[in-house]
């Protein structure tokens, strides 16, 4: 029964809206109960923040199933330590625990109107994000959240990511975890990737063709691998 299950709560990517959260939510409501987070432009620029911003939104949820997307990993991880038995798995998706690019540093200096301008950039968006043979109707809308974001959020979540510093924690969870890979994810650099299997000691790993918008480009394909991992979690001696 849904009512028995766990809440799947959905942790954005880079926007913060959840906004691009709405093909994946179709496919989720009626089948399991969910929340989706979004973050405020003004939370301070710290992992620990973000978990705890997170934390307050689920209230008195006790027992969750964290899915986080991209720029939302390292702070799922830290939260799944800070809830420790509430959490009863974790899906990081597209995502990693160490800095995510050698670039992020740079780009975290770069002025803000000129990230707010390369946010808009859409052969940027189709290269890096959502693939080149996406829809229009996804590249407007993730020109579209990008849009609303500012130069100074940009720059203030980029910094999160230079040294996110999620690996040793990421080690110490015992809960089941599951890793959503794009196999073409032109965003992270190849390592990030493959530095967040060796860390997710024990993870199932389930690469999907798709670019790093693997949630808005192919929703579909995820919710059935993620249905498929938590069914037969359920089915295990010590379910969910």
Excluded at 15 to 39: H, T, V
Excluded at 127 to 140: M, N, Y
Excluded at 169 to 175: G, R
Aim: with cysteine.
């Amino acid at each position: 029964m849904e009512a028995d299950r766990p809440t799947l709560v959905l942790m954005p990517g880079l926007d913060g809206s959840g906004a691009l959260f709405a093909a994946f939510e179709k496919l989720i409501a009626g089948n399991w109960k969910y929340q989706s987070i979004r973050y405020p432009a003004d939370l301070p620029s710290r992992v620990d923040a973000y978990a705890a911003h997170v934390e307050r939104a689920i209230g008195a949820e006790h027992r969750v199933i964290l899915l986080a997307e991209s720029f939302s990993g390292p702070i799922a991880i830290r939260l799944a330590a800070r809830l420790s038995e509430r959490v009863k798995a974790l899906v990081l998706c597209a995502s990693f625990a160490t800095r995510p690019h050698l670039l992020v540093r740079w780009a975290s200096h770069v002025p803000q109107a000129l990230l707010s301008g390369m946010a808009r950039q859409r052969w940027a968006l189709r290269w890096f994000c959502v693939g080149r043979h996406a829809p229009g109707s996804l590249l407007d809308a993730v020109e579209a959240e990008l849009s609303r974001l500012s130069g100074n959020t940009i720059k203030r979540r980029l910094q999160m990511l230079i040294a996110p510093d999620a690996a040793t924690t990421l080690l110490q969870l015992e809960l089941p975890v599951l890793l959503l890979q794009p196999n073409q994810d032109r965003l992270l650099d190849p390592w990030a990737p493959r530095r967040l299997e060796k860390l997710a000691r024990g993870a199932r790993i389930e690469r999907l063709d798709g670019p790093h918008f693997l949630l808005q480009a192919q929703p579909q394909a995820c919710w059935r691998k993620i249905v498929d991992w938590l069914t037969l979690l359920s089915a295990q001696p010590a379910p969910y």
